[in-house]
C-alpha cells in the first residue's frame, strides 16, 4: 500500500466502508488478492465538468454541451482510478450559484455513483455576492470558481478582488481559470480578421501572455487580500515561474495542471482533425511541457485534474468553428491517472509517492476532504485502487466510458491500470469489470 510518504506491504481491513484495520489477523465476507499489485488511495479528480439531466434539458436550446453525465463520468472516472470529483457548477443566466448548486446536487444524487463535491461558478459580480459566497461556505461548498478569460470577470473587474476577499475570510478556496479575457480577444479577433481563423491557429489565439497578464493580476490581488487562490490547468513554463515566486513568498497560490499540457504540444494542431486537441489555454511548446514535469517532480505544483470536458469528436471537428468558437475540453477522466503514471512514475520523471500525492493527497488537503479522503488511515473511507503497475494496454477512446467516443492519446500504449476499485467498501471496478451502481456516490461536505 502506497500513501503520501509511505510504502508499506499490510493487509487492510474495511467494514462499514471505511478502513478499519492494517495487519494482523481479520475476517470477512469478501477478499481481494493484491498480490504484485499497488493499493493506492482512491483518486480525486478536482476539475472535472459533468451534465445533470437537468442541465442538458435547460440548455438544449442553446446548442451543444459536454457528451458525459455524473453516470457516464462515475464509470470513466472509476476505469481511471478515481473516487471522487469535484465538478464545476454553471449557473444559467440570471440564475444564482446556490439554484444551480440545487440543480447538480440533485442530479448527481440520482446519477454519481463517483462520490463527489462541486466547485460553483461565480459568473456576475452583484451586491449579494459576498453573502452567496458566505452562505454557500456554510453549506458545505468551501470553493467557487472564477473565469478571468471572460470579459465581465477581468481581475481589474471593480468587485472581483472583494468577492475573492469575502471568498477567504468565509474559508472557500477560489479556483481561477488565468486567461486575460482582454488580451484573448485582441488576439481572436486580429487571426479572424487576417484570414487566420481555422482552428489550426488556435494556439495563437490564446498565447502565453494572456496567461502571464492574468496570473500577474492574480498574484497582486493574493498579495493584497492573503485570500487563498487555487490557478486551473496552469500551462506554460513563465506562469509556472510566477506562481514559484509567489509561493517563496509565503503566498497562498496552488496550482494545478492537466495531462494535455503534459503529454502533448501545440504541433499537433498541424493535424488534419487538430481541432480533437481543443482546450484553454492551448497545447504549448515542448519547453513549457517539460517545465511543467519538473515543476510536478520539485513539488511547484500541487495537483494533475483531468478538467474533463467530454464532446463527440463530429462536435470538435465541425467545420464552421473558428478559433474564437472551437469547442473547449476533451475526455480525460479514465486516462488521467494511467498517463500519468505510465508516463511519470513508469518513465521515471515521478515518485510513486508524488504520483499519490498529485492524483489525490493534495487535492483531499486543499479542498476539506483530509483525512477522510486522500489518505489511508484507520477511520478514513475505504476508497482503494488496486493497481497493476505492469499491465500495458492501448488506448482506443471508442471502448472507454466516456461517451465521447474518442481520445487525444488514441494509440498510445500506457503502463499502469486500476485492475480493481472499491469506494467506500463498495467494488465498484471489479478486475477490469464495471459493479457501480447508479445514485450510490455520495456528496462529501467541505467544512471552511
Ligand atoms: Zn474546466
Not at 496567461?211 to 492574480?218: H, P, Q, R
Not at 497560490?253 to 495531462?259: F, G, H, N, S
Not at 477522510?372 to 473511507?381: F, I, P, Q, S
Not at 494509440?411 to 463498495?426: A, D, K, N
Request: charged share 20%; net charge negative; aromatic share 6%.
Amino acid at each position: 500500500m502506497v500513501t503520501p510518504g509511505h510504502q508499506e506491504i499490510a493487509d487492510v481491513g474495511v467494514s462499514a466502508g471505511q478502513i478499519v484495520q492494517f495487519g494482523g489477523p481479520m475476517t470477512g465476507d469478501e477478499e481481494f488478492d493484491a498480490g504484485g499489485l499497488l493499493v493506492l488511495p482512491g483518486g480525486i479528480d478536482a476539475h472535472v465538468h459533468l451534465v445533470c439531466a437537468a442541465l442538458a434539458e435547460a440548455t438544449k436550446e442553446r446548442g451543444s454541451i459536454w457528451v458525459d453525465d455524473f453516470w457516464s463520468g462515475s464509470l470513466a472516472a472509476f476505469a481511471g482510478g478515481i473516487t471522487t470529483v469535484g465538478n464545476m457548477t454553471f449557473p444559467l443566466p440570471g440564475e444564482s450559484m446556490a439554484a444551480a448548486v440545487a440543480r447538480d446536487m440533485a442530479g448527481a444524487a440520482a446519477e454519481a455513483a463517483v462520490d463527489w463535491f462541486l466547485h460553483p461558478v461565480l459568473t456576475e459580480l452583484t451586491e449579494r455576492t459576498e453573502t452567496e459566497i458566505a452562505a454557500l461556505n456554510a453549506d458545505g461548498h468551501a470553493s467557487i470558481k472564477v473565469f478571468l478569460s471572460d470579459p465581465r470577470l477581468m481581475a481589474a473587474t471593480p468587485g472581483l478582488a472583494e468577492a475573492v476577499t469575502a471568498a477567504g475570510r468565509a474559508g472557500s478556496l477560489t479556483l481561477m481559470h488565468c486567461e486575460d479575457a482582454g488580451i484573448l480577444e485582441r488576439t481572436g479577433q486580429e487571426l479572424i480578421e487576417s484570414g487566420r481563423g481555422a482552428i489550426r491557429h488556435f494556439p495563437d489565439s490564446r498565447p502565453v501572455g494572456a496567461e502571464v497578464a492574468a496570473i500577474d493580476l492574480v498574484v497582486g490581488l493574493v498579495r493584497q487580500t492573503d485570500a487563498p487562490v487555487y490557478i486551473v490547468h496552469l500551462s506554460s513554463a513563465a506562469a509556472l515561474d510566477l506562481c514559484r515566486v509567489a509561493r517563496a513568498e509565503g503566498l497562498p497560490v496552488y496550482v494545478e495542471t492537466r495531462p494535455l499540457y503534459l503529454h502533448l504540444t501545440k504541433e499537433r494542431f498541424a493535424e488534419p482533425d487538430g481541432a480533437k486537441y481543443v482546450g484553454a489555454p492551448p497545447l504549448r511548446s515542448q519547453a513549457d511541457r517539460d517545465a511543467l514535469w519538473r515543476g510536478l517532480a520539485a513539488g511547484d505544483i500541487d495537483t494533475v485534474c483531468s478538467d474533463h470536458a467530454p464532446w463527440s469528436l463530429a462536435a470538435k471537428l465541425d467545420p464552421t468553428l473558428n478559433v474564437v468558437t472551437a469547442r473547449q475540453g476533451v475526455a480525460d477522466l479514465e486516462t488521467l491517472g494511467p498517463m500519468l503514471f505510465s508516463e511519470g512514475v513508469a518513465a521515471g520523471r515521478i515518485t510513486l509517492d508524488k504520483f499519490v500525492e498529485l492524483t489525490s493527497g493534495n487535492a483531499a488537503r486543499l479542498f476539506g476532504l483530509y483525512p477522510r479522503k486522500g489518505a489511508m488511515t484507520v477511520g478514513a473511507d475505504a476508497d482503494l485502487v488496486l493497481w497493476d503497475p505492469q499491465q500495458r494496454k492501448t488506448i482506443d477512446g471508442a471502448t472507454m466510458r466516456s461517451r465521447s467516443g474518442y481520445s487525444v492519446y488514441d494509440g498510445w500504449t500506457v503502463q499502469g491500470w486500476p485492475r480493481s476499485v472499491i469506494r467506500r467498501g463498495q467494488a465498484v471496478l471489479r478486475d477490469g469489470t464495471d459493479t457501480a451502481r447508479r445514485g450510490d456516490g455520495a456528496w462529501i461536505r467541505r467544512p471552511a
